[in-house]
Structure formats: structure tokens, C-alpha cells
């Protein structure tokens, strides 16, 4: 799992042989954990396997999701029992794929990316889930612990909708939509992050205000590039020709293909704005800064007669008629202060000051 924020990435040694199996992500759980559940329109039934359980399927759909990627023998393993291409196997275990959607045979592999916003860090991680699939079984592969599917998991437990009349194409339907549901989530929680953005601009802006609109800026360029190649793919998935995939399935995956389109939509909205917001925040420090030079500017103006009287007076030349009046001193302190009081009300009339 990712974030937003620059960090280092294993990337395949150069040379390596297609299809070699090595893991670039990072590890976030100490043992892999496995779910198998298995399921048909009357039954449902929910196990936690061992890594070196035997792998089984039998009526019905069996959906093995696998957590923790680090373990490249028991991809392998999976691989092997479910005659996987070496090059679906390495596209698993390297966890910086594009989205994308691959036909092997009848079989189906796709990969997505799920995001997730923290909203006490502002921090958007994301996290490469693949999806392997054939006529009456599916495997999901992803890097952390989390229950990503756990609405889809808790749909198939009660038995509501359609979900448990349907088939293996539909589970995996249901899981990518999971994960397209939530980037409706994580752009609310942008587009509240802008609002405020938007009011400390107009009030208090500082050098937390730039951060902040960098970091937004680069938290939809994340979306982005999950969402602009997740809309091809979704686009494919909708006309595959897999032996597996129904007719019946076309519609829901066309309504998914158009929540794609309009996520991809309101990224673009959302990142015109946030270029707007940059624009408000220069022109809002360009008139403070010209507010700031402006009052500086009066002040000197000011100061300009008072300086000239004061420099007057005090030269050293003897025959100078005023330093002989018993209240020059005070004559003079009184015109300066005319005179500031005279330029203060003149700046004032002109809404200078």
C-alpha cells in the first residue's frame, strides 16, 4: 500500500527473465491471510484456509481472497492449481500496475486500485487489487490486511440481492464496483478539503495554505491515473467475450463503466478548481503584499515634510531667526502635526488609507 507522498519503490531487477516471479511491494502483514468462501443461490459457507491448505473448489462459486502478497511461493502455489500465466503471476506480485483488463483463453485477469482517505492525516493511500477469474472461481490478491471487500462479503452471508443467484462474473462486478463506490467517498472528503482550503485562503492565508494546495493537486493526479485507465478497462470488461462472462451482467457493468466516466469527469472539475484556488491564493498574497507597500508608502509620505522641517532646523548655521522664539520648539511640533493630520484626512478622503 502507497501514499500519496513521494517514497522509495523495489522495482524489477533490469534483465530479469518475463514471468520471473518477485515481489516489489511492501510487506504489511507478518502472514497471509486467506478467506475462501464458497457459494451457490441456497448455500454459503465462509473459511479461514492455512497457506499450505489444500485449494479446492466445488459447486457453486468459490472466491479465494488472499491479503499479504509477500509470500511469492503461495502465489505460485495459487498459480499453479489454477493454471495462471506466469505474466498474470508477476503482474500480482509487482504492485505498481496501471489498472488495466487482460483475456487469457476464457479466463479473466483485471487490476484496480483501491483508495482509501484518512481524514484525521488528509493522506489518500492506495493499494493494487488484481482479480483472477474462470468459469466458477475467483481470486483476489491484494497487499494489506484490510477487509476491502467486507460489504460484498457481508451481501453474500445474508443472502440479499442478486448476488448469490448470479455468477462468478457477477462477484467480480461487485467487487470492482466496491472499489468505484469508494472514489465517490475519497472525492467528498477532496472536495471538503477544498471548501476549507477555499475559506483560509479568503482569511488567513500562509505557507501551510501552498502545501495544502500542492498536496491536493497531487492527490488528484493519484486519482487520475487510477481512474482514466480503470475507464478502458471497465470498457472491455463490458465486451469480453469469455465463455464467462453472461449476457445478463452487460447492463450493471455498463452502469459501472458510467460511474467511471463521471469519477473521471469530476476529477477534471475538481483539479480546474483547485488550479482556481492556486490563482485566489497568489492574487489574495499579491494584495496583502500591495496593502502592506501601500501603508508603507503613506507612512513615508508623511513623514517626507516632517523630516524636511526637522532637517531645517536642525543645520548648524547661527542666524537662523526661529531658534531665538521662546516657543519655536512648540511652533514646530504643533505645524508637524498639522500637517501629518492634514495628509492622514487627504489619504483617508482618497481611500488610500
Request: hydrophobic content about 40%; charged content about 25%; some cysteine.
Amino acid at each position: 500500500m502507497s501514499r500519496t507522498r513521494k517514497q522509495h519503490i523495489r522495482r524489477k531487477k533490469p534483465g530479469a527473465m518475463p514471468g520471473s516471479l518477485e515481489f516489489t511491494g511492501e510487506q504489511v502483514v507478518e502472514q497471509p491471510i486467506i478467506l475462501r468462501i464458497q457459494y451457490n443461490e441456497q448455500n454459503f459457507d465462509m473459511q479461514f484456509p492455512a497457506a499450505d491448505a489444500t485449494i479446492t473448489t466445488g459447486e457453486g462459486v468459490v472466491w479465494y481472497d488472499v491479503r499479504g502478497l509477500h509470500d511469492v511461493e503461495l502465489i505460485a502455489k495459487y498459480g499453479k492449481h489454477f493454471d495462471i500465466h506466469p505474466l498474470v503471476l508477476e503482474d500480482i506480485l509487482h504492485t505498481r500496475q496501471r489498472p488495466k483488463f487482460e483475456e487469457y483463453g476464457n479466463d479473466v485477469f483485471t487490476i484496480v486500485q483501491s483508495l482509501t482517505y484518512d481524514e484525521s492525516s488528509g493522506e489518500l493511500f492506495t493499494e493494487q487489487i488484481a482479480l483472477y477469474f474462470g468459469e466458477n472461481y475467483l481470486l483476489s490478491f491484494q497487499e494489506n490486511s484490510d477487509d476491502t471487500f467486507a460489504a460484498v462479503r457481508e451481501r453474500l452471508e445474508s443472502g440479499s440481492g442478486r448476488i448469490r443467484s448470479r455468477k462468478v462474473d457477477y462477484l467480480a462486478y461487485a467487487l470492482i464496483d466496491n472499489v468505484v463506490d469508494n472514489y465517490f467517498h475519497v472525492l467528498d472528503q477532496i472536495e471538503k478539503s477544498m471548501e476549507q482550503l477555499e475559506d483560509q485562503i479568503s482569511t488567513a492565508p500562509s505557507e501551510n495554505t501552498k502545501e495544502h494546495i500542492h498536496h491536493l493537486k497531487f492527490q488528484l493526479l493519484t486519482l487520475r491515473k487510477s481512474v482514466v485507465p480503470l475507464r478502458e478497462a471497465i470498457n472491455r470488461f463490458s465486451r469480453c467475450e469469455s465463455l464467462f462472462i453472461n449476457k445478463s451482467s452487460e447492463v450493471f457493468l455498463r452502469d459501472l463503466y458510467d460511474h467511471v466516466i463521471r469519477i473521471a469527469d469530476l476529477v477534471d472539475t475538481y483539479r480546474d478548481m483547485v488550479n482556481g484556488l492556486q490563482e485566489l491564493y497568489l492574487s489574495e498574497l499579491s494584495m496583502r503584499m500591495n496593502k502592506i507597500i501601500q501603508l508603507l508608502t503613506i507612512i513615508t509620505t508623511i513623514f517626507v515634510p516632517l523630516t524636511f522641517l526637522a532637517g531645517v532646523y536642525g543645520m548648524n548655521f547661527k542666524n537662523i531667526p526661529e531658534l531665538s522664539w521662546h516657543y519655536g520648539y512648540f511652533y514646530l511640533l504643533g505645524l508637524m502635526a498639522i500637517i501629518s493630520i492634514v495628509l492622514v484626512f487627504y489619504f483617508r478622503k482618497r481611500k488610500w488609507l
